[in-house]
């Protein structure tokens, strides 16, 4: 299975911006749904936004629609999570998540799952 590494977290502003990155090595990577999610202390993980194998359709949560974009970078084996318009209440920390398995609908929760990165601290300062 592949293996996944996140970076691009770091301390921001309220209104900024952050790119976050996850680094995929080992299996095919195209043959994985990829997804980001997040988890503030004391909270549950939270779905943050999924796109399909080969860079197909992709799904957010409310709370980032519209200020978040998931990307694939099939030829440096890349996901991508540009953030925009950044708030407090985005202070978690960012999991990259990959899947093999197919589901007919593109996985939103955790348990669909299979491989985690290690996380990357995002904080937005008010």
């Known amino acids: 299975q592949v293996q996944l590494v996140e970076s691009g977290g770091g301390l921001v502003q309220s209104g900024g911006s952050l790119r976050l990155s996850c680094a995929a090595s080992?299996?095919?990577?195209?043959?994985?749904?990829m997804a980001w999610f997040r988890q503030a202390p004391g909270k549950e993980r939270e779905f943050v936004a999924a796109?399909?194998?080969?860079?197909?359709?992709?799904y957010y949560s409310d709370s980032v629609r519209g200020r978040f974009t998931i990307s694939v970078d099939n030829a440096k084996n890349t996901v991508y999570l540009q953030m925009n318009g950044l708030k407090p209440e985005d202070t978690a920390v960012y999991y990259c998540a990959a899947e093999h398995f197919w589901h007919t609908v593109l996985p939103r929760t955790a348990g669909e799952y299979d491989v985690w990165g290690q996380g990357t601290q995002v904080t937005v300062s008010s």
């Open positions: 080992g299996r095919t990577f195209s043959a994985y749904d």
């Open positions: 796109v399909r194998r080969n860079g197909g359709s992709s």
